[in-house]
């Protein structure tokens, strides 16, 4: 089996070319040099920095995640421009915290970088969006937040994205979660035949107006007061 060839890694401050690395070990292999940066620039609020085979993930303080994106984004000599991912995993062991990653990448400079939130156990399940930096997480943190329960403040439309609106089972990806639900077959089926799929989407996205009476109350009245969805 052959392995993926390994993620590249960007140029430096001397304007050197990137190159893409080979043989990369497992651990050990040079961090990427955004992580130095941050450090120097964030201090105490970059937790920890591994390299697994030859990919940085840097974890960060939840409180400055949003104020950290916005700088790789902005700052010229980082130049984070794409988010391709955010998601979050949670472990068996009931005492690891939660964690929220997001898997960013420079592409003036080739770099990946994955960054990383631990949420404690019992701690609210709360992290701040970086909707204001990329518009593409919009969508990311809805799915995140529909399959763990994650709430990302100041998203600007936070609500299910995959299961309906009226989904009461819980978050499907959570480890608590039962294999076949909550609910016994008979009653999910029930609830999924008695759902409007219609009353997922905001008045702009609908082609049927009357669906608009079947949509929660406080989204009613959100919509009412001039509020736009997405983008």
């Known amino acids: 089996m052959t392995s993926s060839p390994p993620v590249a890694r960007g140029g430096d401050a001397t304007g ?12 050990g292999a040079p961090a990427n040099p ?6 120097e620039r964030f201090g105490d609020s970059i937790r920890r920095v591994d390299v697994i085979w030859g990919e940085t993930t840097v974890y960060v303080a939840r409180e400055r995640v949003l104020e950290i994106v916005r700088w790789l ?6 130049q984070y421009d794409y988010l391709s991912d955010v998601t979050a995993v949670e472990f068996r062991d009931p005492e690891r915290p939660l964690e929220v990653v997001w898997h960013l990448r420079s592409l003036p400079r080739r770099r990946f970088l994955r960054l990383k939130v631990e949420l404690a156990k019992g701690a609210p399940l709360e992290v701040q969006s970086v909707w204001p930096v990329y518009r593409g997480a919009d969508w990311l943190e809805r799915e995140c937040y529909d399959m763990f329960g994650i709430r990302f403040t100041g998203h600007p439309d936070l609500r299910r994205i995959l299961m309906w609106e009226q989904y009461r089972e819980g978050f499907p990806l959570r480890k608590d979660f039962p294999l076949r639900g909550r609910f016994s077959r008979a009653e999910q089926l029930r609830q999924a035949l008695a759902a409007n799929p219609e009353a997922r989407y905001s008045m702009e996205e609908l082609s049927i107006a009357d669906a608009f009476e079947d ?3 406080d989204m009613r009245q959100r919509l009412r007061a001039g509020e736009r969805t997405g983008e």
């Open 73 to 78: 984004h902005d700052d010229p000599e980082q």
């Open 16 to 27: 050197a070319a990137p190159v893409t690395p080979h043989n990369v070990p497992r651990e």
């Open 34 to 39: 955004t992580a130095a940066a941050l450090r």
């Open 215 to 217: 949509l929660p109350d």
